[in-house]
């Protein structure tokens, strides 16, 4: 069998195998090594990688917990003020919700008098027969 057909070899394996061959020695234990190095270097910066993400994270998660303790702190000056907001009161904005609900109610009826109005042209027109064949017998088969 060639070399092609067979599984390829680990780095262990072809540094192993070199270390006992004499002929082709030199070659695999050249390949084993750079194949060990590179292995190493690629497992190391991973890690790296790994650590540096986890390091953003922290940083991302102490923003966090500091950005909500800033907005606990205003939510908390809030509901202390709330007695004295409620006590004076604030003016009611009825009328900007009257024109809302007003503008909601017409658009609604916009929108149904356009659906009649679609529904009454459609069926004001005679349906055009298609100008392809049945796909079904139309003669009943006795």
Do not use: C, F
Request: net charge positive; hydrophobic share 40%; proline share 6%.
């Amino acid at each position: 069998m060639h070399q092609s057909t067979q599984n390829q070899l680990t780095h262990r394996e072809r540094l192993t195998r070199g270390l006992a061959h004499t002929a082709g020695g030199p070659v695999d234990i050249a390949r084993g090594a750079v194949g060990l190095g590179g292995a190493a270097v690629q497992r190391s910066a991973v890690e790296l990688r790994r650590r540096y993400r986890e390091s953003r994270l922290a940083d991302h998660v102490a923003d966090a917990a500091e950005a909500a303790a800033r907005e606990l702190a205003a939510a908390g000056e809030a509901v202390s003020t709330l007695p004295d907001v409620l006590a004076y009161g604030e003016p009611r904005r009825r009328r900007i919700r009257r024109s809302w609900v007003i503008a909601g109610a017409a658009g609604a009826a916009l929108a149904v008098v356009a659906v009649v109005a679609v529904l009454i042209r459609r069926s004001g027109r005679p349906e055009e027969p298609s100008p392809r064949p049945p796909s079904v017998d139309t003669q009943p088969k006795i």
